[in-house]
């Protein structure tokens, strides 16, 4: 089972962009869909966005859509999440998670067997 790190959270302006890495350690990354989830103080987790073992196809929440950004690095064992036109609602602690058995669902934490610990990120206006 792999075990998975996140990377690159902070404070960032709002309207401005930010990049989260999900580095993997043990064997078979490639093997897992990512996951990537957030949480703010006081809410339930919520999905993010997702990607596929290699890499397509990629699912994104609603609230992200079309500012967030999904990828992985199979060869580095990491995945990403770019994320753009940063709002103080994006703040929150963004974990990323793997599974490697089939799930139909995508978007809900009980399909993902491993989880990062989580780095936050703060979005101020």
Known sequence: QVLLVESGGGMVQAGRSLSLSCVASGPRFGNYVIGWFRQA???EREFVAAIMRSGEPKYYGDSVKGRFTIS??????TAYL???SLQPEDT???YC???DKYNVAIDSTGAYDVWGPGTQVTVYS
Not at 72 to 77: E, S
């Open 41 to 43: 103080p006081g809410k």
């Open 72 to 77: 992985r690095d199979n060869d580095k064992r």
């Open 82 to 84: 770019q994320m753009g």
């Open 92 to 94: 929150a602690v963004y």
């Open 97 to 99: 998670a793997g599974r």
